[in-house]
């Protein structure tokens, strides 16, 4: 069974930093890719960055490359997202999700990830 729990969302002005942890179930060691989407109200989900569970290869969405960092901490069981020089724009909901069935992660699909958490809201004023 897969479990995904986010955190270290928050309000912060736009500049700012966060970083946001996704604790996961010891099963995601068996999942191909872990990723993180973001929706923001009115818009439709969309994948952010995922990362290769086995071989660590990183995929970025376009609009974050140079901004967002995607990790894993095997050991602990948890992928994190580093968000730096935060913009207004980049207020969501963050959701962490794993692709334990599809190995085709990469592509930042949502019908790719089976499992999701339930978000961590991230709110930037300008």
């Known amino acids: 069974q897969v479990q995904l729990v986010e955190s270290g969302g928050g309000s912060v002005q736009a500049g700012g930093s966060l970083r946001l942890s996704c604790a996961a179930s010891a099963y995601t060691y068996r999942c191909y890719y872990m990723a993180w989407f973001r929706q923001a109200p009115g818009k439709e989900r969309e994948g952010v960055a995922a990362?290769?569970?086995?071989?660590?290869?990183?995929y970025y969405a376009n609009s974050v490359k140079g901004r967002f960092t995607i990790s894993q901490d095997n050991a602990k069981n948890t992928l994190y997202l580093q968000i730096n020089s935060l913009k207004p724009e980049d207020t969501a909901m963050y959701y962490c999700?794993?692709?334990?069935?599809?190995?085709?992660?990469?592509?930042?699909?949502?019908?790719?990830?089976?499992?999701w958490g339930q978000g961590t809201q991230v709110t930037v004023s300008s």
């Open positions: 990362i290769d569970v086995g071989g660590g290869s990183r």
């Open positions: 999700a794993a692709d334990c069935d599809q190995n085709m992660g990469w592509t930042l699909r949502q019908i790719d990830f089976g499992y």
